[in-house]
């Protein structure tokens, strides 16, 4: 099993680009998260799912969008990049709502 | 909103020290509390809590839950070097749609040879 997998590992974006950030898991988990973590603090939720066709807001949506067309993906979509954007993303999966396993993280700058 | 406060923020202890590591929470419709180690990358799970009192071990890491007072604590005994990263504490609660994890800001343990 590959886990969760996350590309690309680094970006650098001007103010107003869009991406999109892919994340994958090949463990069948029903549950994926989205993640930020801004240099020296907690990972705040942004989106996440629990389901194929089901996704909900976290705590900090607001520039992002999210969809779940299959069980193993789970894009994260940047429309009007920011620099409050800058960030570590990291996407997260879990069979059950509590034990998550991480991806590697996606370390993204915006100028 | 679900809140969840660790302390202290940032530990500098010496190798063979004994830390203890807090996490209080408030949050609505609680499940279960876990914990993190963070070093220069993803998460990875140390434990998950859903009884109060009953202390998980793994090696020189054990954790406790008191759902009464509403915190949790992390111990290391003999620490060593490899122990440096970031400690993050979750907290999940359920929703009608499911439940989340809340986390904490972390504490950055740094262990000095």
């Known amino acids: 099993n590959a886990g969760v997998t996350q590309t690309p590992k680094f970006r650098i974006l001007k103010i107003g680009q869009s991406m999109t950030l892919q994340c994958a898991q090949d463990?069948?988990?029903?549950?994926m998260y989205w993640y930020r973590q801004d240099p020296g603090m907690g990972l705040k939720l942004i989106y996440y799912?629990?389901?194929?066709?089901?996704?909900d807001k976290g705590e900090v949506p607001n520039g992002y969008n999210v969809s779940r067309s299959t069980t193993e993906d789970f894009p994260l979509r940047l429309e009007l990049a920011a620099p409050s954007q800058t960030s570590v993303y990291f996407c997260?999966?879990?069979?059950?709502?509590?034990?998550?396993?991480f991806g590697p993280g996606t370390r993204l700058t915006v100028l | 909103e679900d809140k969840v406060v660790q302390s202290p923020l940032s530990l500098v202890v010496h190798e063979g020290d004994t830390v203890t590591l807090n996490c209080s929470y408030e949050v609505t419709n609680f499940r279960s509390l876990l914990w993190y180690k963070q070093e220069k990358k993803a998460p990875t799970f140390l434990f998950m809590l859903t009884s109060s009192g009953i202390e998980k071990k793994s090696g020189r890491l054990s954790s406790i839950l008191d759902k009464k007072e509403l915190f949790s604590i992390l111990n290391i005994t003999a620490t060593q070097t490899g122990d440096s990263a970031v400690y993050l504490c979750?907290?999940?609660?359920?929703?009608?749609?499911?439940?989340?994890?809340?986390f904490g800001e972390g504490t950055q343990l740094t262990v000095n040879p």
């Open positions: 979750a907290v999940e609660a359920t929703e009608t749609s499911g439940s989340r994890l809340t």
């Open positions: 997260a999966s879990s069979y059950l709502s509590n034990e998550q396993f």
């Open positions: 799912s629990v389901g194929a066709g089901i996704t």
């Open positions: 463990m069948n988990h029903n549950y």
